[in-house]
């Protein structure tokens, strides 16, 4: 049986705005990371094929080192769905082995990401993203990080 992470959201927003901050890095550095972490970097090669950088910073009473993840673009269908792996990474974008990053030993190396939108109204968007991969015993931090 496949494992997963299954999130979802509704937003009182018009689906071009919920896909926006998906693709637009100044966007993107305003939400990536779970609560009091930030995103300084955040390098985004929207397209097929393309691979995008995102760097999560840790409140100093936590952790003194970056974390960095990298989103390999699989499949886009515009306002409607982004499929990507995704990955640790060290800072120049390189796929790391987790446990190398101090991660669990059962700490997925590749992570299947599908986020999908549907219009619910002018001004109204479900969002749901969804990782497919066996968390381990890091499935609720996922979670929450969601």
Not at 2 to 13: D, G, L, T
Not at 94 to 120: C, H, Q, W
Request: glycine share 6%; net charge negative.
């Amino acid at each position: 049986m496949e494992k997963k992470v299954f999130v979802s959201r509704e937003f009182n927003a018009p689906v071009e705005m919920v896909w926006k901050v998906w693709t637009e890095p100044e966007l993107v550095m305003r939400w990536w990371g779970p609560d009091r972490f930030t995103c300084p970097i955040a390098k985004i090669d929207f397209r097929e094929g393309g691979t995008s950088m995102v760097c999560m910073r840790p409140p100093k009473d936590f952790a003194e080192e970056d974390y960095y993840s990298i989103w390999h673009y699989t499949k886009i269908i515009p306002m409607q769905l982004i499929e990507f792996i995704q990955n640790l990474a060290d800072k120049d974008g390189n796929k790391m082995n987790p446990v190398k990053l101090g991660m669990p030993a059962d700490f997925p190396e590749d992570i299947r990401t599908v986020v999908t939108f549907a219009k619910l109204g002018d001004n109204k968007t479900k969002m749901t993203v969804t990782e497919h991969a066996d968390m381990g015993t890091m499935s609720k931090f996922a979670q929450m990080g969601l």
